[in-house]
């Protein structure tokens, strides 16, 4: 895990939602800590979260931590209960990650000086543009909750953690609040989120 960092506070959110107690341990990105010779023996790519199994094998990746979490414990279900609903869950939690979390990870990374040290070069110009492009998401989910009262439906799913932690992330490091820009259903349901008890998992 890493403090703040919004993938490993994504499956932190997703282990309290299902009320799993796993041990974990902090890695300081700022200090590197992720590029060391320890860690890449992990996970060669660098990145946060990864889930060491019993047997000895590392799982990475965000979605795919998750989908191994929803399968040894299914209950409460966040990522659908049958073909369709796991594929529009899917869908709009792929929606978010590649839209919303990515363009925010691309702003900060390459306009706020306090993450030089992850990401060197900074492009500022393209950070910039990567922050317009949030807005552009923004305008389409809060249409999408303007309908529905979460992000792939009628119920929570793991679309909102996505969601949340992304917009959390923008909170702190774009100073991005939803309903100053006009956004007054995203805002509405980041609110509603923000109530869960899982919401303070890994921040």
């Not at 800590?33 to 060491?52: D, K, Q, T, Y």
């Not at 000895?56 to 979490?69: F, K, N, Q, S």
Request: glycine letters at 8%.
């Amino acid at each position: 895990m890493s403090a703040r960092a919004p993938n490993p506070r994504r499956v932190a959110m997703f282990l309290a939602e299902k009320g799993l107690d796993i041990a974990t341990e902090t890695i300081d990105l700022g200090r590197s800590e992720h590029r060391s010779e320890a860690f890449l023996a992990i996970n060669p790519f660098g990145r946060v979260p990864a889930l060491a199994l019993d047997d000895g094998r590392v799982l990475t990746e965000t979605r795919a931590i998750c989908t191994y979490l929803e399968g040894v414990c299914p209950e409460p279900n966040l990522m659908g209960v049958d073909a369709t609903e796991r594929a529009f869950v899917e869908m709009a939690d792929r929606r978010i990650e590649l839209h919303l979390l990515m363009g925010i990870a691309n702003c900060v990374r390459h306009t706020h000086p306090g993450l030089a040290v992850l990401e060197s070069p900074q492009f500022p110009d393209f950070g910039a543009v990567q922050g317009e492009r949030v807005r552009d998401t923004l305008r389409w989910l809060d249409g999408v909750l303007a309908g529905q009262p979460f992000v792939a439906g009628e119920r929570f799913t793991i679309a909102d953690i996505t969601a949340f932690c992304a917009l959390e992330f923008a909170r702190g490091l774009m100073k991005l609040r939803p309903g100053h820009e006009g956004f007054a259903h995203v805002q509405a349901w980041r609110d509603r989120i923000a109530t869960r008890p899982s919401a303070s998992a890994g921040a």
